[in-house]
């Protein structure tokens, strides 16, 4: 990694060179809610004005930039009497701004699913690496948890992060293109007091936090509390919707189809992002559906998220943004979740551990 | 009709309608691009709003529309005779439509509005499966011609006809949109099957359910949701009548 620092002035025209010679996107205002809140989602910017740099949160996550909603995986043709596979996976170069350091979290663990698996995703690659990606700091919103799972910093995944030190950003350079990039605009060495001001700015990110979700041990809880009546409880809140995978940095579950095309002299397979709380995910041929109650499904979007890969790679899914949170019309959260299920198991502990009576 | 690999019998397709519009027909013609290809998978025996030939030889029929008249039932009867596969086609056959909103009043009074002093008879409207045994309803006011397209292929090759299972939320949050519920808005997005790319809310209108309820859909939940948003109860009984697709789901 290689640091240097920026006046904010002269970060506005790297910025502004780069969307406007690039496919672009970075937060922008879409909306203000009923409550008076602003909405923003990651959307194209061709000039840096366009970019909301105060923004909270996008309300989905930049996810299906490298994970597309629908993405087609392979076109089949059919010939005398037989069939030839086309992969393509070409992907055109994008810039994005502005992700947080959870979301960067969240590509991470992607490219430990996606990448680092046995069987490796060229589609996803293809987009991954054609992606230059710029982080930037912020403030935790109220019920931003990302320093529970210890994804409120990050080291790696992206080209180049941003930290707001006042008058200048602190810039963590992570990638020859962006070092290059640079060159050609005003940096400087980080002075001593450059360093002060972003030990500072670190400190105040880490002291922000209002929301702290206890996820240690989570793992084993959710294996001891698979029978809870707490799942029953969201599940019955749960309206199916699939809001929360959609709009998750890091929920990549799919479902594959293959169609015949309309001439029939051809076919495609598709894959499409999936949510484990729709109803038909866990439908296997035949019909049989092995989740067919919202508790169930609630509680493997859970295990999916906290303990599965939690077990086998060490780490949560989750990266703490809270965007499923906000999104839940049916108020599910995080949070209030495992704090059920951590209440569940603590009110036990304490009926049976009661101390012996000093004589 | 054959493609290298297999052979595929065209389907012997009749369309007819019955109380609606006939816009759901009408989106056979969209699409331009796959027109030729769409209409080669089809031997179009009966389709008078594109052909004055009649033929009643056919194999599937599309049936748009309610059912509003007794004659229409006997016509409805006579196709479910020769249809080896009977396809509600469109909201109005598949839950009775915005037509159904004339149920709200007196028959003597809805022919006087309409067609005061003329001999008129009309029945409360009702949907097909009222009278005949549908195979496959395709939702949708209108019907989403990339959808009857994908159906049709299915037919002709003989693989499952499905809609999604799931609700439009779905969509609509593939396209980014702004939840209407954050808006202030009664949406039935999340009682509603989705396939319609969440056309209406991406134009910033709440869904007002033409394609009725997703599978398994959890209402009291939705119920709630409405109450706790402290959104207008009479306004979410308006909604859920507009196309008479949520019958199954009282709500006082």
């Known amino acids: 990694m290689i640091y240097k620092v920026i006046s904010k002035a002269e970060f506005k025209r790297f910025i502004d060179a780069l969307v406007q010679n690039n ?8 909306d203000t809610d009923s409550r008076g809140e602003s909405v923003y989602q990651f959307q194209p910017v061709s000039s840096v004005e366009e970019i909301a ?14 994970l597309p909603f629908r993405e087609e995986l392979s076109q089949f043709h059919f010939h005398d009497d037989d069939w ?7 992907a ?59 994804h409120h910093t990050v080291s790696t995944g992206f080209n180049l992060f941003c930290s707001d030190i006042g008058e200048k950003y602190y810039l963590s350079i992570n990638s020859s293109k962006a070092f290059t990039y640079l060159k050609e605009f005003q940096t400087e060495e980080p002075s001593h007091e450059d360093n002060c001001l972003l030990t500072e700015r670190r400190k105040l ?17 959710l294996d001891i509390e698979f029978d809870s009546p707490v799942w029953e409880k969201w599940g019955a809140k749960c309206l199916n919707c699939g809001t929360c995978a959609m709009v998750c940095p890091s929920c990549y579950c799919y479902s594959v189809e293959e169609r015949f095309n309309i001439d029939l002299k051809g076919a495609s397979r598709n894959r499409k992002l999936y949510s484990c709380n729709l109803v038909d995910f866990a439908v296997v041929a035949g019909g049989h ?11 493997y979007r859970y295990y999916h998220q906290h303990r599965g890969f939690a077990e086998n790679a060490n780490q949560q899914i989750c990266v703490g943004c809270n965007r499923c949170g906000r999104a839940c019309l049916a108020g599910i959260n995080p949070k209030d979740v495992i704090n059920d299920l951590r209440m569940e198991k603590e009110s036990c502990m304490i009926c049976v551990s009661q101390s012996p009576a000093r004589t | 009709m054959k493609n290298p690999v297999y052979t595929f019998e065209k389907l012997k397709f ?53 059912i509003s008249r007794s004659d229409e039932i006997e016509r409805l009867l006579a196709i479910r005779r020769q249809a080896k596969t009977l396809v509600a086609f469109g909201t109005c056959a598949c839950f009775g439509g915005v037509n159904s909103l004339k149920n709200c009043h007196s028959m003597d009074e809805c022919i006087a509005e309409v067609y005061p ?123 859920l009548g507009f196309y008479n697709a949520f019958e199954a789901y009282p709500c006082q």
């Not at chain 1, 990110?205 to 809880?221: A, G, K, N």
């Not at chain 2, 769409?38 to 033929?55: A, C, Q």
């Not at chain 2, 003329?118 to 045994?133: A, G, M, N, Q």
């Open chain 2, 117 to 239: 002093g003329l001999p008129v008879e009309t029945l409360p409207i009702r949907k097909i499966s009222d009278f005949v045994k549908v195979d496959l309803s395709i939702p949708g006011c209108p019907v989403a011609k990339k959808e009857v397209e994908r159906i049709v292929v299915s037919l002709v090759t003989g693989s499952l006809a499905t809609l999604p299972k799931y609700p439009v939320c779905v969509e609509c949050k593939e396209q980014l949109n702004t939840c209407l519920f954050d808006l202030g808005e009664i949406c039935l997005g999340p009682i509603t099957r989705a396939g319609c790319d969440a056309v209406c809310t991406t134009g910033k209108t709440p869904c007002l359910g033409c394609r009725g309820p997703a599978d398994d859909i959890n209402f009291p939940a939705f119920l709630e949701l409405v109450g706790e948003r402290g959104l207008n109860r009479s306004d979410l009984k308006e909604k």
């Open chain 2, 14 to 66: 009749a369309s007819f309608e019955f109380t609606c519009c006939e816009g759901c027909q009408l989106q056979f013609a969209n699409r331009e691009a796959s027109l030729e290809a769409f209409f080669s998978l089809l031997d179009v025996r009966t389709f008078r709003e594109i052909s004055s030939e009649k033929h009643d030889d056919y194999d599937i029929a599309f049936v748009e529309g309610s």
């Open chain 1, 23 to 30: 496919s672009a996107f970075g937060p922008r205002l879409v």
């Open chain 1, 84 to 90: 030839e596979q086309n992969v393509s996976y070409e």
């Open chain 1, 289 to 299: 559906n092995f989740r067919p109650k919202n508790g169930d499904r609630l509680k």
């Open chain 1, 92 to 150: 055109n170069p994008v810039v994005l701004v502005g992700l947080r350091a959870c979301d960067i979290s969240a590509l991470n663990i992607l490219d430990d699913v996606l990448l680092n698996s046995h069987f490796p995703s060229a589609c996803y690659l293809a987009k991954r690496k054609n992606t230059f990606v710029i982080g930037m700091d912020h403030l935790p919103l109220p019920d931003c948890f990302c320093k529970s799972l210890a």
């Open chain 1, 205 to 221: 990110i880490s002291r922000s936090f209002q929301t702290e979700v206890d996820v240690t041990s989570l793992p084993s809880i």
């Open chain 1, 53 to 66: 740099f105060d923004y909270t949160r996008t309300a989905s996550s930049a996810k299906h930039f490298f």
